[in-house]
């Protein structure tokens, strides 16, 4: 049988989960509509409370993007202008793009192969190659919704009184050691764009804290520094959370479990399929509870498994096609660690993200494992 173009399953589907919760996401904006308040209002107060206490953590504040809570994380510990902030060479621009908003100098440096998180062992070696006073704080990405290796890292980085924010765009409900992502480090930093876990019908984004000072300063700089309307305690910018996002995201919130549950369900069919050829599938660390986010696996010959994938119906998703410091924007400038960056480069040569969305059907998940394990000695 030959798949037609809209026969494909797409790798992501943020319309199904709309659909999925249309009457209470539709009930939600109306109330919002008649109400009357667009902005920062008591849906975004609510959603923050109800956020922070999913979560387990004492406060949230909720932002326009995940980007921007990156850089308000970042700005509310202080960091700024020619300071210097680790990342990992694999993952979205836009954490790259956040710790440059807020005025710092990226360090990039090598995830490791498991957990596609920060190399704890880089990571020391870095910290210690940087000595010079100008390293201020380690910015840790729990990729595809696996967490990093939470417990070398923030050793790491608390031998060398670095403070860690969580970028947490990929893994809301993922845990380690039965600790949520997004309360192990200082300050943690949410993306509520549509495809994410936790995903609004627009942008928006949350930072979550136990410290309340950090909390009440990122409470000041969303919305142009004000510590009262109208005065400006420090130069801040609009990063605010609307109304109607902060409705849905409140609907979607209480299917976030079920519906973390039901990605780990079907990335269990996708590895038991994999496994079937002698592939090993996505490997799970011992503890770690994924929040499959991305269903990434790396194929050595990914181009022509991913096309093979197509011609059986399965459309796939590159997250990330090159690591940052392959990226015109960054190559010739940005400052990397210490030990290599290989690791990013072969994954990103090789990763490919399989539909993992909670509103694939049963015979839509059996249809993408069997594509996967049939095509993928071929290929
Ligand atoms: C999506 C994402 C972001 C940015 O979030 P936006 O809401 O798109 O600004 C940051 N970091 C990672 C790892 C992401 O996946």
Redesign the pocket.
Known sequence: MKASASFIIPPAHPHAAYAEQREEIDAAVHRVLERGRYILGPEVEAFEREFASWLGASHAVGV???????ELALRSLGVGAGDEVIAPAH??S??IA?IEHAGAIPVLVDIEHGTCGLDPGKLSDTIRSRAHGRLKAVVV???YGHPASMGPILDAARAAGLPVVE?????HGARWGGTMVGTFGTVA?F???P??NLGALG???AIATNDASIAARVRMLREYGWAQRYSSDEPGLNSRLDEVQAAILRAKLTRLEASNARRRAIAGDYTAALQSVGASGVVVADGAIHAF?QYAVCHPRRDEWRAALLRRGVGSAI?YPSPIHHQPAYATRVPRGYGGLETSEAVCREVLCLPVYPQLSSEQVQLVAHAAAETWRSA
Do not use: M
């Open positions: 326009a993007n995940g980007t921007d809570a990156v993952t979205a836009a954490t956040a990405v729990h990729l970028d947490c765009a990929q893994a930093a993306s509520f764009y495809t994410k942008d928006g984004g986010h997250l």
